[in-house]
Structure formats: structure tokens, C-alpha cells
């Protein structure tokens, strides 16, 4: 998979990515999910971010 992205314009700071996928996302300090530094982007649980994400911010 390639690296997903979080559109900072639609995020809205709920916080679920981090949870579903901790591995991979996590809140940065403007409340805005972004990718982790080294993140395993073969994780089975960007998917379900991606899925649950409820404004659709992550693409991949
Ligand atoms: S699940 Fe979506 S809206 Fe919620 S923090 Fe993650 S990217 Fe932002």
C-alpha cells in the first residue's frame, strides 16, 4: 500500500485513526492526524482507518 494521507482541511481532530491504527497515526500538535515516522505502511489497520474515518481525510 502506498503511504496514506491525511487532508489536514478535512481532518477533524476525533482522534479514531490513532486508535484503530496506533501503529501508523497519531495526533499532531495542531490536533491534525498524521502519519508516523517509520510507520509500517503494510499495517492491515490503515484500511480500517481509512473505513472509519468519519470524513473520509485518509486516502492511501
Ligand atoms: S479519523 Fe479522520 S477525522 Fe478523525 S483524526 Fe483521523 S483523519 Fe482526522
Known sequence: MASPTVD???CVSC???SQVCDEVFEMGGDGVAAVKD???LGADCIQDAI???PVG???A
Request: with cysteine.
Open 8 to 10: 489536514a482541511d478535512l
Open 15 to 17: 482522534g479514531l485513526c
Open 38 to 40: 517509520g510507520a509500517n
Open 51 to 53: 473505513d472509519q474515518c
Open 57 to 59: 481525510a485518509i486516502s
